[in-house]
């Protein structure tokens, strides 16, 4: 058994600059020790959070155990198999999983500390045992759709998904995310619950945020927050018009700003293109199951039988593609230069990594 320390405090940063400014220069440095030592004490809550492949953390009367209808915890039936006995489904599952923490033991080297900032991306299921951390482009209103089916948030006559709008299931306060609880709340739940994620080859995902946010009509609040800036940025001749109403922005503009080390130190990237590897932390939350866009059908099944969910409900059918999906990223990708086609292989290059992602042969940087 493995056991990670993660020690989580709230507002980290304004409390270690308050601690520097005032205490160091005006005490005595024998003092100062005292005065950190319990400033330690009375805000840092210092967890344990215990991650096992083998035995999940049970104990009796812990009542955030999200036990299912067999009285098993999710977590129980994944992985209270006999190894001998495991499907090729399971095996594949475990390949995955075994692939993304030695990825994430080659390519990661400092091991830094969640704060419950990390963790706004992923929704608790507290009646099955579940943590979902949503990403962006890759099912994600499916699967609000149907959380907020199991846990009730869809109100009571709702048991159908898609009896949900798209724009219901991302209103905020319908479903609970694990920044909302306490520290003991937070690791008891990390410990307890079947953490699962949904991935997607990184370019395909990347292609679908930019077809769906910038060459919409509707998507005029993606238009005037980031399409303006970006044609103001890239575009050295813009026309009035275009700097005003920042909707016709290309592809090539779209990666000329990503790439742009400006554009990260202004602020965070928006969601739709922010990198799983930011929204999730895969090195620092242990995943049970890391399911893939490419076999959407299969792996949600799979989550909801676990959770023991199978009954309740059933994972929306989607009228995805996946082979055309990857030849439209290789159009996108015809008139990038070989130049910002590394730069931008760069930046998603851990989403390509962790998840098992190879280069994509379209890519003109061999
Ligand atoms: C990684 O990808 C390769 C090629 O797509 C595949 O053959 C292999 O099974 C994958 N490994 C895991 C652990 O998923």
Redesign the pocket.
Known sequence: MKTTYVPISHEPKRFWSALSSRSFKMRKPRVNRMVLAMCLGSFVMVIFYFQSNLKPATQGGDQARGLGKSGRSPLQTLYDTDPMELSPLQV?HQ??R??LEEACRSYTRKRRVLIPEDLKHVIVDDQHGLLYCYVPKVACTNWKRVLMVLTGGAGPDRHEPLQIPAHEAHVPGRLRTLSEYSTAEINQRLRGYLKFLFVREPFERLVSAYRNKFTRSYNTAFHKRYGTKIVRRERPDARPEALERGDDVSFGEFVRYLVDPATQREEPFNEHWERVHSLCHPCLIHYDVVGKYETLEEDATYVLKLAGADGEVRFPASGKNTRTTGELAASYFKDISPVYQRKLYNLYRMDFLLF?Y?MPDYLRVH
Do not use: A, S, V, Y
Request: proline share 0%.
């Open positions: 594949m390949g995955r075994e692939l098992n190879t």
